[in-house]
């Protein structure tokens, strides 16, 4: 399994939405705190990103910005313009601009891609946790040439819709939350300087052995001793190391991930507790309901209920 890609499973709830806008300067947008994360693209013209702590982030044609926890921010022509709240609708997607709104200013055109994706932070997995409050990805030639052209189709169908759109929109939404997150890592693993926690967990061969393999498999009754010789260490190398970098031993990150999935499944699908606890590693119903109440503090059928 993807270990990305899991990671982002993990804590999607609900379909990600999006909006292309046209501003006309001076103008101010506030986005306020909210369970999600969010993204923004300049395709045209310039903006500064205003973050709830730190200095305005000036963007570029091309520059996206991805904004993983939720705190809040400001969107600008400029960081001295006043801020106007973005009310979004009840299912967290924008209005429709009258154009009025979009007309309001006299000065230069900006156009944006604006999103967001709804996360469960209760069970936030560590590789996003560890993100910095502004991922900004400049654009730049030959850099991150998947991204640009996950941008350049999203965009597209902004702007023009045709039918299927929906589907394709859901579908290109999350085909660039990996981009955004794998340009982070790449560079990350290349910049200067040395990579710590989960970018370099992921780019570390025996810790990223261990993880595909406790990803692929949560129900085999993994030890540190298998885990390590997949890896290629001694087993004492390998749980320092591993522990290092992922910030949990070995046994613990597999508990952990296995109530992860176990709730995951739980609140996305109907199978039966039997199967869930099969899944994850245990023997017996009841052995895995106590596992999981220790975990999350309710019975996993009650959590179902409440999921529902």
Request: aromatic content about 8%; some cysteine; overall charge positive.
């Given at each position: 399994?993807?270990v ?61 910005v ?12 400029d960081?001295g ?9 009840e ?5 429709e ?33 560890e ?73 570390d061969?025996?810790?990223t ?9 949560p ?8 885990l390590?010789?997949?890896a290629?260490q ?75």
């Open positions: 399994m993807d990305l890609s899991d990671a982002i499973a993990a804590m999607r709830a609900g379909r990600p939405h999006s909006s292309r806008q046209a501003k006309y300067a001076p103008w101010g947008l506030e986005f306020e705190p909210s369970a999600g994360a969010g993204f923004h693209v300049v395709l045209q013209g310039s903006a500064w990103l205003i973050p709830r702590e730190g200095q305005p982030v000036a963007l570029g044609p091309g520059d996206v991805f904004l993983a926890h939720g705190r809040g921010h400001g969107l600008a022509s960081p313009v006043p801020l106007e709240e973005v009310r979004l609708r299912d967290g997607t924008w209005p601009p009258t154009p009025a709104a979009e007309h309001s200013g006299e000065g230069p055109a900006t156009v944006l891609l604006c999103g967001a994706y709804q996360l469960n932070r209760a069970r936030a997995h560590p590789l996003l946790s993100l910095p409050e502004v991922v900004h990805l400049p654009a730049r030639i030959g850099a991150h040439r998947s991204l640009r052209t996950a941008v350049e189709l999203l965009g597209t169908e902004l702007e023009d819709p045709q039918p299927g759109s929906d589907t394709i929109l859901t579908s290109l939404l999350d085909t660039l939350l990996l981009y955004m997150l794998r340009a982070w890592w790449q560079r990350e693993r290349h910049g200067s300087g040395h990579p710590t926690g989960w970018s370099a967990a992921l780019a061969p025996a810790v052995a261990a993880l595909h393999a406790i990803h692929e498999d129900s085999r009754p993994w030890t540190v001793e298998q390590a010789l997949g290629g001694s087993r004492a190398t390998f749980a320092r190391h591993f522990t290092a970098l992922v910030g949990r031993p070995p046994l613990a990150y597999l508990t952990w991930w296995r109530m992860t999935t176990a709730g995951r499944l739980l609140r996305e699908s109907d199978t039966p507790l039997r199967l869930v606890a099969q899944h994850t590693g245990y023997t017996s119903e009841f052995a895995f309901a106590k596992a999981f109440k220790r975990e999350y503090g309710v019975a996993p059928g009650q959590y179902r209920k409440q999921a529902s």
